[in-house]
C-alpha cells in the first residue's frame, strides 16, 4: 500500500508530493466532463428543475414560496436546495441564476471529491484513487452535477457525515447529518443509520450530533407547520395516492437493485432483456451479502456503515418506492456502492491503478461509457424540455391570458416559460387534485372540467378511443356522465395533436364567463 511505506522514507514523501496533483488533475478532467455534458444538453436541465425556478421566480417577485400566486402547497421535495435557490434569486437575475446552477453542481463535486480523497486515505491511497476517479467520471456522479436538481447538496451532506464520523467529530456530524435530512427526506434514514453505528462506540458523541441535527430540523419543523401545514411535501401525497409497481419477480427485484447500485435510469437494464438483468441483479445481491459478511465483525468499521447504509437505501425504495426510480434517486446508493469497493477491493487489484498507463486506459473507458450514456440523456433532455415543452410554452403565451388556467401534467419547463397558471395533472403543487386522489380510486377529467374551468388541457394523447389516460404517475378516468363528454365536446377543440408538439392540446375558444 501506498501507506504503508516507512515513514519519513523517500518512497513515502514522493508519493505524497504526486498525490495532490492527481487530485488536481481529477477535478480538472470533472469539471470539464460536467461542462461537456452541460453544453450537450443545450443548456437545459430536466424537467423538475424549473419547478423550483418557478417557486424562486415567484419568491423574487415578492409572492411567497409558492407555485401558483395565492395557492400555498408544498410542491417541492427539498427545502434546503429550494431556500438556497430562493436566496440567489433574491441576489441574480434568472440568466444569472440559470447559468450558475451547473457551476453550484460543480462546486458541490469539487468538495465532495476533497471529501472522498479525506476518507478514502484512512484506509488506502490505491482506495482513494479508485474512489476518487470514479466519482469523477462516472455517469451518475456527471450528470446529476448538472442536471440543476438538489443531487449534488445531498451527496455532499452524506460524505461530509461520513468523513466527519470518521474524524470523530460529533458537532461537524450532525451540522452535515442536518444538512443531509433537510435536503431530502431519506437523508434522516442515513442519518439514522450512521447514529445507530455511532452509538455503538460512543453514545454520547452520537447523542450530541442528533441534538445539534435535531436543532436544525426543528427550525424548518416550525416553518412549513405555519406556512404550509405539513412538514412533507404535497408530492409524498400525490404519490401515496397512486399505485406504484411492486416487486413482482425477481426480475423485477433485479432491475430496481442494479439501477440504485450503478445510478443508472431503470430504461438502460430494460434494453439488456430480462434474462442478463437477473443474471446481474443475482451478482448484485451475492456482492451485497459479500460486503455484509466482510464488515460484520467490525461493528465500528466504516465498511460496516457503509453497508448499512446501502441496505436501508434499497429497501426504503424497494418499500416504498418501486417503479418512481429516476437516474438521480440512484445517485446516493451508487456512491455507496463505490465507496464500499473502494475499501473492500483486495488492494492487490487497486495497486494496478498506480500504474499510469492501466489508470489512463481504465479512466478512458469509463468516459467513454459515460459520455455514451450522457449522450443519449442530453438527447432526450434537448426533445422533451428544449422541444416539446418549451414549444407548448410558446403556444401558451401566444394564445392564452396570464391569468387563464392551464391543466397539464408537466409542469417544470411549460410553467416557468409560460409564466400561466396551472392545474397540476401531477398533483405535485395543487393539493385538492392530490386529496381528491388519495379519497378515490378515480378521477375524472369530466370532473376537473366542471369543478377547475381550465381554459387549456394540455394531454399526453388525445382522447380519441381512450377510456383511460396517465398524466405523469396518475391515472384519470375520462366521463363519469354523457353529459360531461357533451359538454367536454362542445367547449373544447383540439388545436394540437401529439404528431406536432408532441403534445394534445385541447383548447376552450371562449370561457364559460364569455359565453
Not at 455532499?156 to 442536518?178: D, N, P
Not at 434474462?275 to 466482510?294: D, E, M, N, Q, Y
Not at 492487490?348 to 449522450?375: D, E, H, N, Y
Not at 367536454?488 to 401529439?498: A, C, G, V
Amino acid at each position: 500500500m501506498w501507506n504503508s511505506a516507512a515513514k519519513g522514507s523517500p518512497r513515502k514523501a514522493e508519493l505524497q508530493e504526486t498525490i495532490p496533483g492527481y487530485l488536481l488533475l481529477l477535478a480538472g478532467i470533472g469539471i470539464v466532463l460536467r461542462l461537456l455534458a452541460h453544453r450537450l444538453s443545450g443548456g437545459l436541465f430536466i424537467d423538475d428543475t424549473y419547478i423550483y425556478l418557478r417557486y424562486a421566480e415567484n419568491f423574487r417577485a415578492g409572492l411567497g414560496l409558492v407555485y401558483n400566486q395565492g395557492e400555498i402547497v408544498m410542491g417541492f421535495t427539498s427545502p434546503l436546495y429550494m431556500y438556497l435557490l430562493a436566496a440567489l434569486a433574491k441576489m441574480l437575475p434568472d440568466a444569472t441564476l440559470i447559468a450558475f446552477l451547473p457551476w453550484l453542481g460543480i462546486l458541490c463535486y469539487l468538495v465532495g471529491l476533497w471529501f472522498i480523497w479525506r476518507l478514502l486515505t484512512s484506509f488506502s491511497q490505491e482506495s482513494a484513487l479508485f474512489g476518487a476517479m470514479i466519482f469523477t467520471v462516472w455517469f451518475a456522479f456527471v450528470d446529476s452535477s448538472i442536471e440543476g436538481m438538489e443531487t449534488p447538496l445531498f451527496l455532499l451532506g452524506i460524505l461530509g457525515m461520513w468523513e466527519a464520523h470518521l474524524k470523530g467529530r460529533s458537532v461537524v456530524r450532525g451540522v452535515w447529518g442536518g444538512v443531509t435530512g433537510l435536503t431530502r427526506p431519506e437523508g434522516v434514514i442515513l442519518f439514522g443509520v450512521l447514529l445507530a453505528v455511532a452509538a455503538f462506540r460512543r453514545f454520547t458523541s452520537a447523542l450530541i450530533s442528533a441534538v445539534i441535527a435535531a436543532v436544525m430540523g426543528l427550525g424548518w419543523f416550525i416553518l412549513a407547520i405555519t406556512q404550509y401545514g405539513s412538514i412533507l411535501p404535497n408530492s409524498a401525497l400525490a404519490k401515496a395516492s397512486t399505485s406504484l409497481n411492486a416487486v413482482h419477480s425477481f426480475a423485477d427485484l433485479s432491475l430496481y437493485i442494479s439501477s440504485l447500485l450503478f445510478g443508472l435510469p431503470d430504461t438502460v437494464f430494460l434494453r439488456m432483456g430480462v434474462l442478463a438483468t437477473s443474471v446481474l441483479g443475482l451478482l448484485c445481491l451475492i456482492l451485497l451479502a459479500w460486503f455484509l459478511k466482510r464488515h460484520l465483525r467490525a461493528i465500528s468499521s466504516m465498511g460496516f456503515l457503509l453497508t448499512l447504509s446501502l441496505l436501508a437505501y434499497i429497501s426504503f425504495y424497494l418499500l416504498g418506492h418501486p417503479g418512481r426510480l429516476f437516474s438521480w434517486y440512484g445517485v446516493p446508493s451508487c456512491l455507496c456502492f463505490v465507496l464500499l469497493l473502494s475499501i473492500t477491493l483486495p488492494t492487490g487489484i487497486l495497486r494496478i491503478l498506480r500504474k499510469p498507463s492501466v489508470a489512463t486506459t481504465f479512466a478512458i473507458g469509463l468516459i467513454l461509457i459515460s459520455m455514451t450514456l450522457q449522450s443519449y440523456r442530453s438527447a432526450r433532455i434537448r426533445e422533451s424540455v428544449g422541444g416539446r415543452y418549451q414549444k407548448v410554452a410558446d403556444w401558451l403565451q401566444s394564445n392564452t391570458n396570464r391569468d387563464d388556467l392551464v391543466a397539464t401534467g408537466d409542469i417544470g419547463l411549460i410553467g416557468w416559460a409560460s409564466k400561466r397558471k396551472i392545474l397540476d395533472l401531477g398533483a405535485l403543487v395543487s393539493r385538492d387534485l392530490a386529496l381528491e386522489h388519495s379519497r378515490s380510486d378515480s378521477v375524472f377529467i369530466g370532473d376537473l372540467m366542471d369543478t377547475y374551468h381550465p381554459r387549456v388541457f394540455i394531454l399526453d394523447r388525445s382522447l380519441k378511443g381512450e377510456s383511460v389516460i396517465k398524466e405523469d404517475f396518475i391515472h384519470y378516468a375520462l366521463f363519469r356522465t354523457k353529459a360531461q363528454r357533451r359538454r367536454w365536446q362542445e367547449e373544447y377543440e383540439l388545436r394540437h395533436d401529439t404528431s406536432g408538439m408532441g403534445k394534445a392540446i385541447y383548447w376552450a375558444p371562449k370561457s364559460r364567463e364569455d359565453k
